[in-house]
């Protein structure tokens, strides 16, 4: 009988290993290549706070913003006149290279919509409890347009010296008053420590007239702080109708609705990064 060579099994030669490392490795960078650029393609969100705060009045804003994968710049506002600060705020958004999502508190509503004008890169304005005015419009103009302000009987006034000569007027609110007026849904323990160290706004921002309305070229958010004694409710819906912005309204939210509903505030944020893409 012939012997017969028994049949061989084919094995990949070692060669193919390496490939297919490479293989897996293409494959891996692809599917994560559209996150990554997602990330990137998110706007920037500037925070711009209001009278009697600073910026840290933002901070569980940023926390949630920067947790999505926002890049987030919250400015300390100069509050010492409309134009000026409008100014100063237009200089940071000249830095930011890609889209920009300008958010105001309060005051910072009036500073935004001024310093927006030929940034073609500010895709919204989002208004959180904040002042949209309309031009030759002041903050005070508006808060004495509708009652129900607290405001006018709470501050108390300071001297300053101006850097020229003179004098200036800064207005604070009266600790006394503070919670009530401003941020009665917060603990006692909180607005305490806010009342003491609040940020004065000088009377000539507040009374200064703004330039021409960003909000009438560029998409608008407006969120409604409906227990508000700032700036009354009536007066906050009055502009973001007028405005066309995308409204919703907290009911029971105090002005500084950013700190007592966070969430919220940042939904609002977001909903406007995403529409405006």
């Known amino acids: 009988m012939s012997a017969h060579a028994s049949p061989q099994t084919s094995r990949p030669s070692r060669p193919a290993i390496p490939i297919l490392l490479a293989v897996l490795a293409i494959l891996v960078t692809a599917l994560s290549a559209p996150a990554a650029a997602s990330t990137a ?10 009278a009697f705060a600073d910026a840290s009045s933002w901070n569980k804003v940023v926390a949630r913003l920067q947790g999505a994968g926002y890049p ?7 509050l010492r006149d409309l134009a000026g600060d409008a100014a100063y705020l237009s200089s940071i958004v000249s830095t930011i290279d890609g889209p920009v999502i300008l958010v105001g508190h309060s005051y910072g509503g009036a500073v935004i919509s001024n310093a927006a004008t030929g940034h073609p890169n500010v895709k919204a304005l989002v208004f959180i409890a904040a002042f949209a005015p309309e031009e030759a419009e002041s903050a005070l103009d508006l808060t004495g347009k509708f009652p129900g302000s607290q405001l006018p ?18 207005a604070y609110i009266d600790p006394a ?4 007026a401003f941020a009665a849904d917060l603990p006692a323990r909180d607005t305490a420590l806010m009342a003491a160290t609040q940020r004065p706004a000088a009377l000539a921002a507040l009374g200064s007239p703004s330039g021409p309305p960003a909000w009438k070229t560029i998409p608008s958010w407006y969120l409604v702080a409906g227990a508000d004694q700032a700036i009354p409710p009536a007066a906050q819906r009055f502009m973001a109708e007028r405005a066309g912005a995308h409204t919703s309204e907290v009911r029971d939210a105090s002005h500084v609705i950013m700190i007592s509903r966070a969430d919220t505030t940042t939904a609002v944020i977001t909903a406007a990064a995403r529409a405006t893409r």
Do not use: C, E
């Open 72 to 78: 987030v710049i919250a400015p300390a506002n100069p």
């Open 153 to 170: 009987t709470s501050l108390i006034t300071r001297q300053y010296p101006l850097p020229g000569g003179g004098t200036g007027i800064d």
């Open 41 to 50: 393609a998110k706007p920037t969100v500037v925070l711009v706070h209001g």
């Open 177 to 180: 008053a503070f919670r009530a």
